[in-house]
C-alpha cells in the first residue's frame, strides 16, 4: 500500500475515512520504524501533511485503552487548532506524533492529552524537531527514554526526553550521543584553540566542584574559575555546579574524547 501511495498520489480525494486512518496507521510505523523516505513523504502529502512542519511527540501508556487514548489526543489537538497527528503503539506505549500549529505547542498540547495516559506512570515529551527526518527523531527520542527510565530515580510529569540524553547515550541510542557531542561537547571546545573553556570545565568535575581546588590546579584565581564555568553554561545549557548537569556535562566530554580520538 505505502507503494501505491507513492505511485498514486491523485488518489488522495477519493479515500475514505477508514483508508486514512489506515494511512496514518502506516505513516506512524513507518516513521516510528526510523524510515523516512520519499514514499513516507508521498503519504503525509496523501493526508494533506505540509511538505515542511515542526513536530513533536508524547508517550506513554493508555489510560484505558489505545483507542480511548487515540482519541482523546486527537480531540485535543484539535481543539488547540491543530489538525496534523499521528498516533500509534510501539513497545507496550501509546505515542503521539503532533505538528506545531496555533495553540498546538509541546508543553499546552501535553498537559491537554494527560488524561489519555494513566495518571500514577510517566509521560515523555519528545524533542521539537523539524519535517520528515525530525519526526522520526523526536519518536525515536521519547521511545529511548522509556527505555532508559530505570536509571532516573523519580522521574518529573512530564519527563523530556531532551534532559535524558547521558541515559539514552548509554543505552546506545546515537542521536543522543550526537546531542551531547554536537551541542555540548562541541559547545565547550569552541573553535580557538587557546580556549580554556572546555580544560576548566573538566577540572571542576575532576575536583567535585570545589573551585579553589581547581583554581589552584588551573593557577588562576577561583573568580576566574567561577566566570568560566558560567560562560560555559550559557553556551551549553548545563550547569557545572548542579549535580544533575554535571552527569549531563561529564557524559558529553567522555563521548566527546573518545570521538576525537578515533
Known amino acids: 500500500m505505502l507503494a501505491d501511495v507513492q505511485d498514486n498520489p491523485s488518489h488522495a480525494p477519493h479515500l475514505d475515512f477508514s483508508s486514512k486512518a489506515t494511512l496514518r496507521s502506516i505513516a506512524f510505523e513507518c516513521l516510528a520504524g526510523g524510515l523516512c523516505d520519499g514514499r513516507v513523504h508521498a503519504l503525509l502529502h496523501v493526508l494533506d501533511w505540509p511538505d515542511e512542519f515542526s513536530c513533536f511527540s508524547i508517550g506513554g501508556t493508555a489510560a484505558i485503552d ?20 499521528l498516533v500509534g503503539r510501539a513497545h507496550g506505549l501509546t505515542l503521539a506524533l503532533i505538528v506545531m500549529q496555533s495553540a498546538v505547542t509541546p508543553e499546552v498540547t501535553c498537559t491537554a492529552v494527560m488524561e489519555a495516559f494513566k495518571s500514577d506512570e510517566p509521560v515523555c515529551l519528545g524533542p521539537t524537531r523539524r519535517d520528515l527526518a525530525g519526526a522520526a527523531h523526536s519518536l525515536s527520542a521519547t521511545l529511548a527514554s522509556f527505555e532508559a527510565l530505570p536509571a532516573i530515580g523519580a ?29 555540548v561537547y562541541r559547545s565547550l571546545l569552541t573553535n580557538n584553540d587557546n580556549d ?18 581547581t583554581a589552584k590546579e588551573l593557577n588562576v584565581h577561583p573568580n576566574t574559575v567561577r566566570y568560566r564555568i558560567k560562560r560555559a553554561a550559557e553556551s551549553t545549557g548545563w550547569d557545572a555546579g548542579d549535580p544533575r548537569d554535571a552527569f549531563v556535562l561529564r557524559t558529553a566530554i567522555v563521548i566527546g574524547r573518545i570521538r576525537d580520538r578515533r
Open 66 to 85: 489505545f483507542a480511548t487514548s487515540r482519541s482523546i489526543i486527537e480531540a485535543k489537538v484539535r481543539d488547540l487548532g491543530g489538525g496534523h497527528c
Open 155 to 183: 522521574p518529573s510529569r512530564p519527563m523530556r526526553a531532551d534532559d535524558m540524553l547521558p541515559e539514552r547515550a548509554l543505552i546506545g541510542d546515537e542521536d543522543a550521543a550526537d546531542e551531547l557531542y554536537e551541542h
Open 196 to 213: 580554556p573553556t572546555l580544560q576548566t570545565v573538566s577540572a571542576f568535575l575532576d575536583n567535585g566542584g570545589a573551585l579553589d581546588v
